[in-house]
């Protein structure tokens, strides 16, 4: 595996870390198993936390065969090797989730947020359709210095969540449904339209996008 | 005035109230007053109950010159003649909304319930941006037999309350807000994927199809 | 099969149907056969009636080996457990549809209401097309307290019915068609904008909302 | 008002009739009066039918100062100068329309059809929410050699028409509504998924098209 | 292969000849190969022409084996068994497409009119980029009654076309394209939009509505 | 002035300050003079920092005869009443925007910064067509806890902006352009699909709800 | 007139020239009659030549009364002060349009030549529903190194006049149209989806822009 | 291999060349092994250039066994035949792409190129989100005549490069991305209301169709 061959695809950025606060994470989708496992192992190499999204169940099978510390969760698709040294949390954040199907967008987020050395707290079922769930979590919600809030469908749990409480709520629409949810841009432009003020919204299904956005947040309390 | 003018324009159908269970309406947006005042007029004197909505404030003028017992509500611009006797109301409805840009719509679907003799209640400023707002209206909701549900935006209200109740809900999304919100379909859409089940939905802005569902709906008590 | 399994993926709310008038039912799409058949075992042992809808034929066959008692429709995907005792139906809903094309969605709203426990008939081949199809049952329609009419392609099926009866009809647009279809978003439309007052409307595809809804409509009687 | 002037901004094509079948029309909406009265002048001097279409009320007044023989339909937006001698019609065309509100583009397909010279008739008020008030007319239409069938919000007029007739109907959906009807997309979605094989489509509000195609579909009885 | 199956599923109508001008036809994208087998047969008994659209090469192998007289054509998906004794044609239609991957639509639309006893004629590769291959077969297009033009991407063929014939152009927008072809949506609407008067449009990929269309149309010459 | 005229319309949230840590705002796009008068001088009356957004510049006037100690600002449209005392500001936020088309809505999320008692310096003419006017404000950038990034037309300006700072980055598409910016959809679309991780974004011109997720932010340091 | 005034909203690029090859223009659209003069006169005393475009016609009178060596074309909206010395025209642009309608947005991309020293020739009514009209202007346009092709509607000029010439076509969507022209949208896709290669595309009624993409064009030549 | 086998499914232009300035090419998505290696074996025989487009692997193994001197790009699925004589690079193009996802197009535009005889180099990794990665390959930007810039996701590389050059700048959209992305939709919409002007835009993903305007704008320089 030598370097050279990694510059004909990729010219990595060493210096993001400094410069956006976090380091370079892989984007898996579109890449092949070999081409992840050497971005991987030169990202690691470096003593950069490493983290893969999108990486399907065979291309991480073959990834882990070169790579086996790295820890692999197929529900969310992501595939990581934590920092070696670990900063104290510069905040806690708590991931919340509509329904089980929202569970591989959340768990990106949480697993992105761990790679960055964040504390967080995933808690699924919350969805605005039994209020009660959501509402006897509300004081561990009130705990957190972020909330992600994760759903698709309608997507009314970030401004039901943000009504109640007044740290930031990042809003991640998901893409399930089935018709008229629209492959997720219901929930993205419901989420967009919230009434409850402040909430920001990201891609769909950008669980990790969200976590990134965390990141930026917490630098706010250095 | 005579009959054979008003045949130039439209053929009025008598026999609706008996085929669909209530009468022939009259959607005001692309008439003229003379064309409004000439139907109202017919329809009163074969004593029907008779509503006009979309009326705008110039021509509920020029109407009400011709038809001075006639009823204007410049908010939901509906116009309306009661039915000379009424009948006990089938059933209860609760209309509520969001907030109160969403009043007009609220209310031409409370208008055009008490033309058909049904009792009902509005019930404004429940958006879930503010749960505690709703959740202390929850009693009174409780003893509605149907609730219409009107809100723009996110348009979330509908689902929160279906987790609520039993009876029907009857979505009506507004077109109340701006980018995102496309005009209302923003709010439409997320109804159509309500995570409560059984909620059913109406046009934009369509309070009068929503009161014209919960008549057909009070049919079954019959 | 232990419960803490269960919990680690779902949060079964038992007190929805004092609540919201049905039991807690599970959308098969996009879960395990092995998650399906644990969460209808444990509502089955509550003495609910149980219902998974859009379950694949290969889950089906997995699952009917765990729960042998199970009745699976497959063209219509639904796989239920009737309930222990029957009370007499509140009332009788009749399901139409356009095409062939659109039975499994009519048979998912149908299974929907016979868990429920709400009298019902199917009537398929309804299409506009051929209008006498439709007016020749027309005397079975008219004894329907509710009437689910679902329909693909243009969707005008739930206008022409509003116009003929004055009991509620609930409309089901389907993704039958191709091109300007838009996978059903025509039909949705279409029958959002229907010409005859008082019809409301569920999801794509959305059989089992529209039961839903009559079992919402038929609490009105109680 | 000299020739070098309108050769600035128009260059005519009075072969068309010949290669086409019918003359050049005059598109009014971003035309000025002065411009339209100088090509209808030019064409009429031809002895070519002439006909203007969206032509508002300001821009005929003053039109019809300069050419006081046209006929202005304020209704349909149509301006028009007979053609000099009649030959006779070879057909009928009956143009159908849903409800008052579709009347302007009904009539300027019939106003186009008088000046191409071909019969036909005007049936208002067809909505398909009054089957009965379509069905009384059916011997009527089954007369014609065409029908254009003009209908906005759901548009499924043409569907139901074109089940009950062999002859050609041409759909033109209108802009008529409000919220879904998205401005008349959803009634031309709708029918362009008509059930009924064989509907043609044309742009909404597109009366003259329509009236158009109607003139090259009588060219086959050549 | 018993009736009572057939009629489990359909309701053929057999009166359709009569009442719209054509036999009903087999939609065969969303049925099993028994299903269309048994309709085939049954409608063959009753002599009627025989055609089954968008039929997969594996049902056709399977319908093949039970009805071994039937034709069928990979490239445009249709399986036809010709009725028994043929009329004079009464036109000619030309069926013109832009380029090779529009053919299966161009031919479905052919086969439909072969089967319906219309003389039609196909010409392939009249892309409007290469002006010069429509150019060179306009004498043959004059001596249709009707065109039907086939095209995908840009749309462009039938307003070309229609600027030089006299005769119905009836345009068939293709899915032909990739990216910003939407699946067929931008030649729809171009089509819709055509600057040569008279155009009608049907469905994407709708080859045999097309070819319904123009049996309608020469209904006119009876 | 009464209180119960108030409590017709609206039902202020005085607790919202506690709750979500900022007070009720008023969106004036939908409200009278009347309205708005009687809301502001009622939260001024409780000590609140009072904000109205979207005020015409004719009910800015109305307004200003009874609240003379109110500040307009036509350009963004908002109208305030500052706070009594003046806490130190939790931090630093820079609105930066790409052209001066842009600017009323960065001067809408600027003046709601400065009610809020956030400091706050506001950068326009940052478009990414000129780099190095946005290079040569670097410094200034990386001075701010936050920043606001304002585009209409491709908003580029977060990408671009996200990928030299490490604080957060919430962007806020305008409604700027013409045609295919379809009154700021691309921007906003843009936005969401940002190659730089972490940018979050809010509704179309709503330079409001960015300045109160700014609020949310700095909690985080509290 | 004082240049800390224009400072205050504009900071003017006069190095574009230099990095981009053209000066900075003016788009007038969203600027006061008082801002436009301000830095027309500003750019003119710096002598560049200057171009503001969409000025309409009550700020073009206001401004010319302060500047009245400036040129004012109404139909196209721009107002132009021509550059002191004209170097020799680096080649030469054809500037063709469908019809009479797209004729402003063909003059702005001619004025926008003009004022940028570019030898051009407008050449309207090129509509491909009379080909005719395009071909008998084939040898002007052979001339011609570069094609600007303005169009609206089903926007097929393009592709029609790419596939007759071997210059660079530069498309131009207009929206010119109604209904399903959907603002310009139809025409923009069409010209995306142009079947003759090479041609690229700029916004809907972006005649500037084409203007601009030809001079950068015509750089090559240097 | 016969030559009337060919003209059943094509018709080769053989003077497009003379005609538009480059061969005809393949688009190789909708044609089997066997139609791609006929018509390429045909092409070359004239001496022509031959490049295949969007070419499978597996089609692409099947036509070398009959075409072995052809080269073929699995990355960008191109399949080419260079031609005999090279003639001088009538100049040079530089195409550059945002990410490594947007190779493969960025590839086809690079072969496109090369097959057409002009000199090109490929740049990639320069997405904006890194802008000193742009920045650094400025030098070599500036040397060539036409740049092509490639990019998915937000697609802000064209602006940001077109601010920085004077050559023309070609954007191609490219459907990389998830959600919000829309298939390239979102970074086409952004391309074409770029802020940089004279920025000219094709279809999504559509390298070839870059290319192909880059040889009609090297025309120029003849």
Redesign the interface.
Same mark, same amino acid.
């Given at each position: 595996m030598k370097k050279t061959d990694l510059s004909s695809?990729?010219?990595l950025?060493f210096d993001?870390d400094r410069?956006?606060?976090?380091a370079e994470?892989i984007?898996g989708?579109?890449?092949t198993a070999e081409?992840i496992a050497m971005i991987m192992a030169e990202l690691a190499s470096h003593g950069k936390p490493v983290l893969a999204t999108r990486v399907s169940p065979d291309n991480a099978r073959k990834i882990l065969k070169k790579l086996p510390h790295a820890e692999y969760d197929e529900l969310a698709g992501t595939l990581a090797i934590p920092g070696k040294k670990k900063k104290k949390s510069p905040?806690k954040v708590a991931v919340i989730c509509?329904?089980?199907?929202d569970?591989p967008v959340a768990r990106e987020a949480a697993n992105t947020l761990t790679v960055c050395g964040i504390e967080n707290i995933l808690i699924?079922?919350c969805?605005?359709?039994?209020?009660h769930?959501l509402?006897s979590k509300l004081e561990r919600l009130r705990q957190a210095?972020?909330i992600i809030a994760v759903a698709g469908?309608?997507?009314?749990l970030p401004?039901?969540t943000?009504?109640?409480?007044?740290?930031? !709520?990042?809003a991640v629409?998901t893409?399930?449904?089935? @018709? =008229?949810?629209?492959?997720?841009?219901?929930? #993205?432009?419901?989420?967009?339209?919230?009434?409850?003020?402040? !909430?920001?919204?990201?891609?769909?299904?950008?669980g990790? @996008? =969200?976590a990134?956005?965390?990141?930026?947040? #917490?630098?706010?309390?250095r």
């Open positions: 695809f990729a010219e950025d993001r410069r956006c606060g976090f994470f984007y989708a579109s890449k081409q905040g509509a329904g089980t199907s569970l699924p079922d969805g605005v359709a039994g209020l769930r509402i210095d972020i469908m309608e997507g009314a401004s039901v943000a009504g109640l409480v007044e740290c930031p !709520v990042i629409p893409s399930v449904g089935y @018709g =008229a949810s629209l492959h997720g841009i219901t929930a #993205l432009l419901a989420m967009l339209n919230s009434c409850a003020s402040g !909430v920001t919204v990201v891609n769909i299904d950008n990790f @996008g =969200a990134c956005a965390a990141v930026r947040m #917490l630098k706010i309390r």
